[in-house]
């Protein structure tokens, strides 16, 4: 089983900055992707960006060139920088990670979430 511990959110004014971080626990060969998705009331959950375990990462177009995700392998953690923010950045935000257990097995394990609030 692996744990995802959410910290950071809040509310912030439009154009403001908030950093959210993830950390992971428990027992496992290795987390091949961490990341971030959200949810925004009435839409459906969507990916916002993604690291692999060899580096490369991946992010919703809404978000290139304000966010910035980051991911430590030796602490198991993934963090996300938020710059100018704006309205439609507003959801609850969940920590992801698919991770390969002792068993061979691929699992996807989400964080409880954490709620960004943007004010116009």
């Known amino acids: 089983q692996v744990q995802l511990a959410e910290s950071g959110g809040g509310l912030v004014q439009a154009g403001g900055s908030l950093r959210l971080s993830c950390a992971a626990s428990g027992t496992f060969v290795s987390i091949n992707v961490m990341g971030w998705y959200r949810q925004a009331p009435g839409k459906q959950r969507e990916l916002v960006a993604i690291?692999?375990?060899?580096?490369?990462?991946s992010y919703a177009d809404s978000v290139k060139g304000r966010f910035a995700i980051s991911r430590d392998n030796a602490e198991n953690t993934v963090s996300l920088q938020m710059n100018t923010l704006n309205a439609e950045d507003t959801g609850v935000y969940y920590c992801y990670a698919f991770v390969k257990d002792f068993k061979n097995s691929m699992n996807n394990y989400w964080g409880r979430g954490t709620q960004v609030t943007v004010s116009s």
């Open positions: 690291f692999t375990l060899i580096g490369t990462t």
